[in-house]
């Protein structure tokens, strides 16, 4: 079975400074990952998704992902937060046993962005 | 947003009542699914349907049975709510291939008192 770690529960980062949010999977074959945002109170957005097509995934708000198959990782960048940026986000694999589709959530990270 | 509304948004029940929650999708996707939010936890896959009565169980099914008798309504039963089953739910659908999104409802907050 697959499944995703995400590295920290928490991240805080000044407002204009890097965002680095960390997620390892664990795969028997090449995975469908996905990373979405969820805004307080709200639903879930999806900010990007990894095809095999590229290893370097953009998203939406300037956010993106790189596919690192030797590391088994999909960590979540962005060059400079902004306060709006504050959410939770989360790493998903798409797992497939038996040809049927499901999606395997890490545990999240809840990003902080200070003024 | 992707044509799919969760109902009720709020609910609070007692222990020990059987509670319905419906997902209905404009969308026509096959795939439907059902998670809990909890701290700590992410979401964590409850139940999930590939098609018309056809439904399979997630890594926290007990408590919980579904059905899907139409192609636009998944529903969620708590046969008999406990205060464990205090949560956020969500409702997902999506379409056929690995590399597609799953799209999600705004969620149903249940309260078990």
């Known amino acids: 079975a697959q499944s995703v770690t995400q590295l920290d529960s928490h991240v805080s980062v000044s407002e204009g400074t890097p965002v680095l949010l960390r997620c390892n999977y664990s795969s028997s074959y090449s995975p469908s990952l996905f990373w979405y945002v969820q805004h307080p109170n709200k639903g879930l957005q999806l900010l990007l998704k990894?095809?095999?097509?590229?290893?370097l995934v953009k998203g939406i708000n300037g956010f993106e992902a790189e596919f690192k198959k030797s590391e088994t990782s999909f960590h979540l960048t962005k060059p400079s937060a902004h306060m709006s940026d504050a959410a939770e986000y989360f790493c998903v694999v798409s797992d497939n046993p038996s040809g049927t589709y499901k999606y395997i959530f890490g545990t999240g990270t809840r990003l902080k962005v200070l003024a | 947003d992707a044509g799919i509304t969760q109902s009720p948004r709020h609910k609070v029940t007692e222990t020990g009542t059987p509670v319905t929650l419906r997902c209905h999708q404009t969308?026509?996707?096959?795939?439907m699914y059902w998670y809990r939010q909890d701290p700590g936890h992410g979401l964590r896959l409850i139940h999930y349907s590939y098609g018309v009565k056809d439904t399979d169980k997630g890594e926290v099914s007990d408590g919980y049975s579904v059905s899907r008798s139409k192609t636009e309504d998944f529903l969620l039963t708590l046969e008999s709510a406990t205060s464990s089953q205090t949560s956020v739910y969500f409702c997902a659908i999506s379409g056929v291939g690995l590399n597609t999104e799953a799209f999600f409802g705004q969620g149903t907050r249940l309260t078990v008192v």
């Open positions: 969308e026509n996707h096959r795939y």
């Open positions: 990894y095809t095999s097509a590229a290893t």
